[in-house]
């Protein structure tokens, strides 16, 4: 069984300070959604009520964070 959790976020890069910077969900041009795997079977499902934070580091994208709940 495999869980899947996606939030759809766009980010403008170009407007990125140097150092990072921290964004909030947008929760109406965001989706955070799921899928579970079982067998044969396939169940996809969406979380209505969401919010988190993203911490964008620029110079070292593989430290950046995001929180959501």
Do not use: C
Not at 25 to 53: M, N, P, W, Y
């Amino acid at each position: 069984m495999s869980r899947t959790l996606t939030a759809a976020t766009v980010l403008a890069l170009a407007a990125v300070p140097a150092g990072g910077a921290t964004y909030s969900i947008d929760k109406a041009h965001s989706e955070a959604s799921f899928q579970v795997r079982h067998l044969v079977t396939q169940t996809r499902g969406t979380f209505g009520d969401f919010s988190g934070t993203i911490q964008f580091d620029h110079r070292n994208p593989q430290n950046s964070v995001v929180v959501a709940w």
